[in-house]
């Protein structure tokens, strides 16, 4: 078992900048590939960025790409997701996922562990 915790997310304006931050415990994420995924209000949960294990690859979702990183540090067990050029479309309730298999889907439904998420919103 896995518990995640995130943590970041806040209000700010179109074009400003967030981090989060998504913190395991009970399981070192060593062994886990790691996303990020958003939910806003009536819409699915969608994949936003997800890094492999030894964090050599990551993908994003083309609406975040060249605006949000995903990054890892395995020492401190915690996953991060840099956002900049933060957009209103970008308000959601983000959650921190982890896969004990190798590779990163863009399924929510391939990931066995989730955070409770943070929301973020973004005012235009």
């Known amino acids: 078992q896995v518990q995640l915790v995130e943590s970041g997310g806040g209000l700010v304006q179109a074009g400003g900048s967030l981090r989060l931050s998504c913190a395991a415990s009970?399981?070192?994420?060593?062994?886990?590939?790691m996303g990020w995924f958003r939910q806003a209000p009536g819409k699915e949960r969608e994949f936003v960025a997800g890094?492999?294990?030894?964090?050599?690859?990551?993908y994003y979702a083309d609406s975040v790409k060249g605006r949000f990183t995903i990054s890892r540090d395995n020492a401190k067990n915690t996953v991060y997701l840099q956002m900049n050029s933060l957009k209103p479309e970008d308000t959601a309730v983000y959650y921190c996922?982890?896969?004990?298999?190798?590779?990163?889907?863009?399924?929510?439904?391939?990931?066995?562990?989730w955070g409770r998420g943070t929301q973020v919103t973004v005012s235009s």
């Open positions: 996922a982890a896969r004990i298999f190798a590779g990163v889907p863009s399924s929510a439904d391939e990931y066995g562990y």
């Open positions: 009970r399981r070192t994420i060593s062994s886990l590939a």
């Open positions: 890094i492999t294990r030894s964090g050599t690859s990551t």
